[in-house]
């Protein structure tokens, strides 16, 4: 099993650009979470998911878009971006909510 | 806001037991105890997590006071490899796709 995969590692952006960071997990999880994480702070949520077709507002959900639309996949969408949004995104599965939550390596994103 | 209060940071000797402490007096009945740990960046790993009852894996043993209010990670034979920034964490109710709280953590610094 590969776990929890995102893609790209890295991207520059300019102000204004749009991107799309793709989390997947083989594992059959059920919940997904994309989560950013600023210097010297703990991670914060974005946006999450409880299963195939649903998604739902964490703590900082402005400028950002999710969809799940596979089971395995979870986008997280930048409709334009901001220097504000420059930050290390993570995401994250669980099969059940009592479960323990699994990481992917995170996406280390910087708009100019 | 995060539920949990953690010491900034802390060091321990190479070899030695690493106990880190983390405070939660308002933690409801149904709320789990979580165990994290960043190294360098890195998307956080599970470490340990419980309930009531003291637990013990082969990373790491987690003890709860009886009234549940506070718990000790204990890491029995620190490495320099345990290096990173721990969170306590609490699971949130169900209903709200028992997303994590992260709090700023407990840097823990291991020395030979």
């Known amino acids: 099993n590969a776990g929890v995969t995102q893609t790209p590692k890295f991207r520059v952006l300019k102000t204004g650009q749009s991107m799309t960071l793709l989390c997947a997990q083989d594992?059959?999880?059920?919940?997904m979470y994309w989560y950013r994480q600023d210097p010297g702070m703990g991670l914060r949520l974005i946006h999450y998911?409880?299963?195939?077709?649903?998604?739902a507002k964490g703590e900082v959900p402005d400028g950002y878009n999710v969809s799940r639309l596979k089971k395995q996949n979870f986008l997280l969408g930048l409709e334009s971006a901001a220097p504000s949004q420059t930050s290390v995104y993570f995401c994250?599965?669980?099969?059940?909510?009592?479960?323990?939550?699994?990481f992917g390596p995170g996406t280390r994103l910087t708009v100019l | 806001d995060a539920k949990t209060t953690q010491p900034p940071s802390m060091d321990c000797a190479e070899g030695r037991a690493a106990n880190l402490p983390c405070n939660h007096s308002?933690?409801?009945?149904?709320?789990?105890v979580y165990w994290y740990r960043q190294i360098h960046s890195q998307g956080p790993q599970y470490i340990i997590h419980?309930?009531?009852n003291n637990e013990t894996n082969e990373m790491a043993s987690l003890i709860i006071t009886e009234d549940r209010k506070s718990s000790t990670l204990i890491l029995p034979h620190a490495t320099l490899r345990d290096t990173a920034v721990y969170y306590c964490?609490?699971?949130?109710?169900?209903?709200?796709?028992?997303?994590?709280?992260f709090g700023q953590g407990t840097e823990l610094s291991v020395k030979p």
């Open positions: 994250a599965s669980r099969w059940r909510v009592e479960d323990t939550q699994y």
């Open positions: 594992m059959n999880h059920e919940y």
């Open positions: 998911s409880v299963g195939e077709g649903t998604t």
């Open positions: 308002t933690i409801s009945g149904n709320e789990y």
């Open positions: 419980g309930l009531k």
């Open positions: 964490i609490l699971t949130v109710s169900l209903y709200q796709g028992g997303k994590l709280i």
